[in-house]
């Protein structure tokens, strides 16, 4: 099992490095852009590889949200709420290329509020009042969950610029990375047993230290991180944002064992071998994002 888990890690690694490497050229070659507007200004629409990546990851994600959700006795809108989550999810590459003019801050807003109201056009057509809540709530879990959260992975790139996008991302995965190796040779202490058994606190310490060599090894090697601005992040502080990061990735991954416990499955889906469903490789990312959000925006 871990020799295939390498495996396909190694391949995951080595596509992800490939797209960003693709999307990193598109943008240093400025396409693709949109024709020149009334102002006589074209407008390049950054991270287009991504965006096509995490359209299509919130839709397997989203599958298999429902899934688990049939599995715990709740169902929820499968195509309207595919539709919705990915639409949410890629709106920061969209709104790149919309004249959204002074009302663009109500987007994601109105977004949510319109995919409600279609919920519930949606229930009282085909089911009427029958179980309401729990599939209105269900399906707005998914929302937010892939949705919001995928918005806001998306975000990190467009706002803070690639070389961001891949220390947030290499500091979550290399505590991932970390813990499950440490807590297989070392693992004796249960962490949070009731939730996930596999998970120890040597695991959990491996992982964070991993974060912690990695980050500063990326900042080293990426420096500066934010390219937008040109702005020289110190090692100690890349080391401090990726133990930081990594640890609510960890807190991410936990919540997601949360919704597979109360389904009763181990996995969220079988699409990649010895790793399971989607859901289980995207889930530090993707609640991890707002948090690092938030510490890249004050660290800027």
């Not at 995490?54 to 595919?82: C, I, S």
């Not at 919309?98 to 057509?125: N, R, S, Y």
């Not at 289980?280 to 959000?293: G, I, K, Q, T, W």
Request: aromatic share 8%; proline share 4%; net charge positive.
């Amino acid at each position: 099992m871990m020799g295939k888990r390498i495996l396909v890690g190694a391949a995951l690694i080595a596509f992800m490095c490939a797209l960003l490497w693709l999307d990193w050229k598109l943008e240093e070659l400025n396409v693709p852009q949109l024709p020149a507007g009334p102002a006589g200004r074209t407008r390049l629409l950054r991270g287009l590889p991504l965006a096509a990546l995490v359209a299509v990851l919130l839709a397997a994600g989203y599958l298999e949200l429902a899934r688990l959700a049939a599995a715990a006795g709740t169902d929820v809108f499968r195509l309207t709420g595919l539709a919705a989550t990915v639409l949410v999810g890629t709106l920061p590459f969209w709104r790149q290329a919309a004249a959204v003019g002074p009302h663009g801050e109500m987007l994601t807003k109105l977004l949510l509020g319109g995919t409600l109201m279609v919920f519930f056009a949606d229930q009282v057509i085909h089911h009427g009042t029958k179980d309401v809540i729990r599939r209105i709530g269900a399906s707005l879990l998914g929302v937010c969950y892939l949705g919001v959260c995928g918005a806001i992975v998306l975000g990190i790139r467009l706002e803070f610029g690639l070389r961001a996008f891949v220390f947030f991302l290499v500091a979550v995965k290399a505590t991932d990375i970390g813990a499950y190796f440490s807590g297989s040779f070392f693992g004796r202490h249960k962490l949070l047993p009731r939730l996930s058994p596999g998970k120890s606190w040597e695991g959990l310490l491996g992982g964070l230290v991993a974060a912690a060599a990695c980050g500063v090894g990326t900042a080293a090697v990426l420096n500066p991180i934010f390219a937008n601005d040109g702005k020289m992040v110190e090692l100690w502080l890349a080391g401090a944002l990726a133990v930081a990061l990594g640890l609510f990735g960890q807190m991410a991954d936990m919540c997601e064992s949360a919704l597979k416990r109360d389904a009763g499955r181990k996995d969220s889906g079988g699409k990649l071998p010895a790793f399971g469903g989607v859901l289980d490789v995207v889930d530090s990312p993707l609640l991890a994002a707002p948090a690092a959000y938030l510490l890249l925006a004050l660290a800027r």
